[in-house]
């Protein structure tokens, strides 16, 4: 670790946890001066943004992130950003030491640093030093997970390890996401808090393997591709493996999505949009569930154009959330009304109300956690009701809503319905 005034003069070194009198500008050569000009190139009062890349210093390659420093104050309750040009930078080299850590953790067996590799069944995934240097590759020896699953699966079905074979060129295909995920390790260098984010995205990678190798075998059952199965029960117990995967799969990604949100990596792009539009988009896409299950799917726009500035997918996916929950908990008969509304003269609602069974104080407490759920087993949800959920529908879609500066309002009353309402401010 290393920290450097505007002139890139040391202030402090040091390395293996021991202060040292080393300049870092000799010590990774060329491509360092760039990235703590790129560290540097943010625009005032805005939090600083980390410059992250590979140097290399002789046959070794390091991980470097470098990140402005600045210091945060309150006068009035108004925030101050009192800006410098000083950078703290963190290398670690990507030694012996390094790779056989990384490559048991990612499961990436035999995980190097090369040239240009060779052989069909090398999984890789390139990079360049930073400030378009010179080329490398990542390279190990990819695990197909069919050699772990075979054992486990049903005595009896030869067919799978045929599939299996026929199947194995996509599983080196997947190894890009185990690549991806070295990459968002490779991100956290410079955060304090990296281990619950990188136990997250071990988790999650580690589940999300397996689950889609099930779900490939399930659904050739399911469509008896190698011909019939024999039993009807076996056709029962290919789709009860594959909800349960899909569900599987779902929680995965809500999981990361969570993340992402709380660590503050959620990639926001505000955008001039109509809310009147983004509400009629989401309301079309849980309109045929609505139907199905005979429930008035009511649409209230305000009058004019109702234009905010917010991200038009991270407000899709909130409307979503909120729709689906409506329609999922409401009961055959029941109405979902949506509206918009202005709030202020900033601000525009959006809301979303329900006649479902409502929720008790205590309820909702609980059903804004992650991973809250409540017993619906009163409650006849009709078609489709009985699909299980995440809990973290709810959660992701306030914490959206924080980050896109708004106002998340949760209101329910036991026995007569529940009312949400985002007030998202015009421009963010």
Not at 77 to 104: Q, W, Y
Not at 284 to 306: F, H, I, N, R
Not at 344 to 353: C, L, N, R, T
Request: aromatic residues 8%; hydrophobic residues 45%; glycine residues 10%.
């Amino acid at each position: 670790m290393h920290v450097l005034d505007g002139k890139n003069t040391v202030v402090f070194s040091s390395v293996d946890g021991e202060r040292v009198d080393a300049d870092p500008l000799q010590r990774y050569e060329t491509g360092l001066a760039r990235l703590l000009a790129d560290a540097r190139n943010v625009e005032p009062a805005t939090a600083p943004i980390p410059a992250t890349g590979f140097l290399r210093k002789g046959g070794t390659y390091y991980l470097v992130s470098a990140i402005r420093m600045t210091t945060y104050f309150e006068v009035d309750d108004k925030e101050i950003d009192l800006g410098t040009d000083h950078v703290m930078v963190f290398a670690e080299a990507l030694d012996a030491e390094f790779l056989p850590a990384t490559a048991d953790g990612y499961m990436l067996p035999n995980l190097a640093i090369i040239g240009q590799p060779q052989g069909l069944w090398i999984a890789r995934h390139g990079f360049e030093t930073y400030g378009g240097g010179e080329q490398a590759f990542f390279a190990w020896d990819p695990d197909l997970p069919g050699s772990v699953l075979l054992p486990k699966l049903m005595l009896g079905l030869g067919a799978v390890f045929i599939l299996m074979l026929l199947v194995a060129r996509n599983f080196v295909r997947r190894a890009a996401d185990v690549a991806q995920s070295l990459e968002d390790a490779r991100r956290q260098a410079e955060r304090a808090n990296r281990a619950k984010s990188e136990f997250v995205r071990t988790v999650t990678h580690e589940v999300r393997t397996p689950v889609n190798a099930i779900l490939g075998f399930a659904q050739v059952l399911q469509r008896e591709m190698f011909g019939p199965l024999g039993s009807p029960k076996y056709a029962e117990y290919a789709d009860d493996i594959v909800q349960a995967g899909d569900y599987m799969l779902d929680l995965v990604g809500d999981l990361l999505d969570l993340e992402r949100i709380e660590s503050g990596k959620a990639s926001l792009s505000p955008e001039v949009m109509d809310a009147n539009e983004a509400l009629a988009s989401a309301v079309s896409y849980v309109e045929p569930m609505a139907t199905d299950k005979g429930l008035v799917l009511a649409l209230q726009p305000m009058e004019g154009v109702a234009e905010i500035r917010s991200d038009p997918r991270a407000l899709h996916q909130i409307l979503l959330n909120l729709l689906s929950n409506a329609v999922k908990f409401t009961p055959p008969g029941g109405e979902v009304a949506c509206r918009t509304f202005a709030k202020g003269s900033d601000a525009i609602a959006i809301q979303v109300a329900d006649t479902g069974p409502g929720l008790s104080a205590a309820q909702i407490e609980k059903v804004l956690q992650p991973f809250g759920q409540i017993d619906s087993a009163q409650v006849d949800l009709g078609k489709g009701g009985k699909k299980r959920g995440s809990g973290l529908g709810l959660p992701i879609a306030r914490r959206l809503t924080e980050a896109l500066g708004g106002v998340f309002d949760f209101a329910s009353i036991l026995g007569r319905g529940t009312t949400v309402t985002l007030i998202l401010p015009v421009d963010r």
